[in-house]
Structure formats: C-alpha cells, structure tokens
C-alpha cells in the first residue's frame, strides 16, 4: 500500500527559529517525485519545496529545505528563520505513476 | 492565466441529490485529478485524468463519476449525495515532469455539504 505517514499533527516555533516537520512514506516505485505544500487559512494549496528520488542531494528553496533519506523513506521539511506568514497546514506528498498519495498534515503555529 | 478554476465554490445539497463540479484549467495541461480534503485526512484521490477523452480511479472513487471530454475541463459528478460526501473538493492539473519546476496547479477548492 502506498502510504505517507505525518505523525506530527501540531508543531509550534519561535519567530526567527528553526523547525522541522517530519514525513515517511512507503512505495514499491523506484522513480518518484517528492513535495511538501502548504495550506493557509485561504485553502490554496501552495508548493513548499520538490525533491526528486532519483537525486541525492536535498532540496533547497530559500528558507525551507529537506532532508532526503531514501533508504530510510524518510523526508522532513526544515523551515529555517521561522516567519510569522509560515504558520499553515503542511502536507508531505508523493507522486508515483500518475497518482499522488498525500499525508494528514501538520499544522503549523509560529508564536511572536 | 486563470490557472485553475472551480465551480461553484460553494454548495449545499440534500442527501440524494446530484450536482456537477466543474474544473477548468487554461494552461493546456494533459493531467488532472479531483481531491477531497476531510479534517484529520490530508487529501485523498478521488479520480483523475492523463489526457482528453480518459479517466481513472484513485483512492477514494465510490459515489463519484468524472468526464474529460474536453482538455481543459475535468468534471466531477455525484449521482446521489450522501451526508458522507460533506467535504471540501479540490481539482488539480499537471503537465508531464521536464521542468524541475513542475508542480501541481490546485484550484480554490469547493466546499459541499450535504444535508
């Protein structure tokens, strides 16, 4: 079964510290893609970050990357200089073929 | 760029009932899929489309049927409404991954509740 497991239902953080939110998931593909978005108050699902399995290397974008552990199934967000426009929802997500498995979310509070 | 667009944004219905959610995308994308969004679920795979004229199921497809008759338009249909389908819909688009950019483009979302 393809699965992708968020065990972190909240998470707080200072303003200008860092976090990180924690995702596994698990599938018998071997090519796959890898997301984080983020879902404000509005709902508009906004795309965080990207990884492609085959990459080794972790994604950067700005303030946020991952940490990328494919042996592991492993794929965690580290939001760095916590903002206080970053408190969302956050939804780790995989696309193999053509579907895309989503995990339950973590929501995101950042205390001035 | 509209991007991806739903109708209507909101609706309520009584059980039994049926109605149409219309998405509409205008960037030529050939892939599209139908979410739900439950609290406590993150978003679930109702249906979705590679290409005009196809469909398959996803995770979560009983209750619902879809139609892709034309490219840009990907629609979702419930026959008869159950309370059970009282969600937030979400509709998406893709092109095929070349760009390290590619992503998915999601609509506002269309709240139903039914009664």
């Known amino acids: 079964a393809q699965t992708v497991t968020q065990s972190q239902p909240e998470m707080s953080v200072q303003e200008a510290e860092t976090v990180t939110l924690s995702c596994t998931y698990d599938?018998?593909?071997?090519?796959?893609?890898l997301f984080w978005y983020k879902q404000p108050p509005s709902r508009q699902m906004i795309l965080v970050i990207r990884?492609?399995?085959?990459?080794?290397q972790n994604a950067t974008e700005n303030r946020f990357s991952v940490n990328f552990q494919k042996a592991a199934k492993s794929f965690s967000l580290k939001i760095s200089d916590s903002q206080l426009g970053d408190a969302a929802m956050y939804f780790c997500a995989y696309i193999a073929g053509n579907q895309f498995y989503f995990g339950t979310g973590t929501s995101l509070t950042v205390i001035p | 760029n509209a991007g991806v667009t739903q109708t209507p944004k909101f609706r309520v219905l009584k059980t039994g009932q049926s109605m149409t959610l219309l998405c509409a995308q205008d960037m030529n994308h050939e892939y599209m899929y139908w979410y739900r969004q439950d609290p406590g679920m993150g978003l679930r795979l109702i249906h979705y489309s590679v290409g005009e004229g196809t469909t398959a199921k996803g995770e979560v497809p009983d209750g619902y049927n879809v139609s892709r008759l034309k490219k840009q338009n990907f629609l979702l249909g419930l026959e008869s409404a159950a309370p059970s389908q009282t969600s937030v819909y979400f509709c998406?688009?893709?092109?095929?991954?070349?760009?390290?950019?590619?992503?998915?483009?999601f609509g506002p979302g269309t709240r139903l509740t039914v009664l």
């Open positions: 599938t018998s593909e071997s090519d796959y893609y």
């Open positions: 998406a688009s893709r092109p095929p991954w070349r760009r390290s950019t590619d992503t998915q483009y």
């Open positions: 990884q492609e399995a085959y990459k080794q």
